[in-house]
């Protein structure tokens, strides 16, 4: 089912931008799918949180004889409102050494950067688009124009800011056939120059989680809580980021609470909102969780996002959940010998709706998919739509995820949670000290 709720979704609502009328109604249809499709126990979580949303941009590119339009979109938390003309300088990749080679010509210039790596010498390792920004604003970039890596004319969005708040300049993507044929001009001693003008929005917005629950048999007091974002960027309907993952979780719920056996431990579906403008919901929801004592309740956490057709689980755990998670893993293989590979990792990663819950101690847990490039292309994009949705893949994370969730609730005993200090040597191990530092998330 949760394929023709995805499909119909992405032709009737559309996009599910957090606090916008389609984000309201994307909750609204997750919670009546949940009450309508199985005898679950539904509640909401309202929050509220300061979120950017886009409103006008206009880019034009001239040569002092001519201008041209060119098709863009702002990228998140740039500026409610600036006009800015600026000569334009290829930044390349925008890594420190491309800003060296450049040097004082960065100073007031709009910069052209590549969102991705472009003829970049073996191993070396790109930045995120916000460390770029950064980097640039550092050398007093006047404006930053991200050129996209995806051909056929693809624009993408996501955040520009390191740490949530607006940056100073304005930043926009380009399609990379633009990007491809303004970088030629300049190579070909063209003095170019741009003008940008944006305008949007940041406001308080109101939101819910959709929350749903299958109270244990035996241990109702101890939760496996699997969780994934239903909110969705504005540029296409999100139908991979995640709508494959929400709405896998309201199939599983509906798949879970209609079969007879009852789960021993307490399963709690959870539709987080928020996630793209900086995991608003999930951010929310642990709070709440800490200050009730709620949070001593809750096990682990498992996230989908962009999950589809998965072939193992990845654990961020304190060490007994490595073995568990790989037994667990091995044992679904062993049932679904063809369709399931039963991989196993341990990476720590972040910005999802995970970290709230790892950097509270809780173990998270994460299917390995590998979706192909023409899925991640799409990523944030205006291409994101419900043609890169494979029916098959989301009736599989029902399938394997669903049996990972029936054997952790009935496990003899669970493994512990992180201590502190456990917790605090993983994430140093895994090298995340420095970007949990830098996004203002680092808890000690
Ligand atoms: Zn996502």
């Not at 863009?72 to 334009?88: F, G, I, K």
């Not at 004319?153 to 300049?169: C, F, K, M, R, Y």
């Not at 244990?216 to 101890?222: C, F, L």
């Amino acid at each position: 089912m949760g394929y023709q709720w995805l499909r119909w979704s992405t032709l009737h609502i559309g996009h599910r931008l957090t606090g916008s009328p389609q984000g309201r109604r994307a909750e609204d249809l997750a919670d009546s799918l949940f009450r309508t499709s199985a005898p679950l126990v539904v509640s909401s979580f309202p929050f509220q949180a300061q979120a950017w949303s886009r409103g006008t941009v206009q880019l034009t590119v001239s040569d002092g004889a001519g201008a041209l339009h060119l098709a863009s979109v702002a990228l998140a938390n740039t500026p409610l409102s600036c006009s800015v003309e600026a000569p334009l300088v290829d930044a390349g990749n925008g890594l420190p050494e491309d800003l060296d080679r450049i040097g004082d010509r960065a100073n007031g210039a709009a910069l052209l950067i590549n969102i991705g790596l472009v003829a970049a010498t073996e191993g070396t390792r790109n930045l995120h688009r916000s460390e770029k920004a950064a980097l640039a604003l550092a050398r007093g970039a006047k404006a930053l124009v991200f050129v996209n890596q995806v051909d056929g004319h693809v624009l993408l969005t996501g955040t520009a800011s390191i740490d949530g708040t607006l940056i100073p300049v304005p930043a926009v993507c380009i399609a990379t056939e633009d990007g491809t044929t303004l970088r030629k001009r300049l190579a070909d001693k063209e003095a170019l120059s741009i003008a940008l003008t944006m305008g949007n929005h940041s406001e308080v917005v109101s939101a819910r989680n959709i929350i749903a629950e299958i109270r244990g048999a035996e241990k109702p007091d101890e939760v496996v809580v699997v969780g994934g974002h239903l909110d969705s960027w504005d540029l296409a309907s999100g139908a991979t980021d995640n709508g494959l993952g929400s709405f896998s979780i309201l199939d599983l719920a509906r798949a879970m609470a209609n079969t007879p056996h009852r789960p021993a431990r307490t399963i709690r579906f959870v539709l987080f909102m928020g996630e793209e403008q900086g995991l608003l919901g999930s951010r929310a929801l642990v709070k709440h969780y800490q200050e009730s004592g709620e949070l001593k309740h809750i096990r682990c956490m498992i996230n989908l996002d962009m999950s589809g057709n998965p072939q193992g689980f990845g654990v961020g755990g304190p060490a007994d959940w490595g073995s568990l998670i790989a037994r667990l893993s091995s044992e679904i293989h062993g049932v679904d010998t063809a369709e399931f590979a039963g991989r196993a990792s341990e990476e720590v990663w972040l910005h999802s709706d995970h970290q709230p819950f790892l950097l509270a101690g809780v173990p998270v847990i994460y299917p390995l998919s590998d979706l192909g490039k023409h899925v991640y292309g799409c990523y944030h994009s205006s291409c994101d739509d419900i043609h890169l949705v494979d029916p098959q893949a989301m009736v599989n994370n029902v399938r394997f995820v669903g049996q990972l969730i029936y054997h952790l609730a009935a496990q003899p005993e669970l493994p512990p949670v992180f201590t502190e200090d456990g917790l605090r040597a993983r994430l140093v191990e895994a090298g995340l000290e420095q970007p949990l530092r830098i996004g203002g998330d680092w808890p000690w």
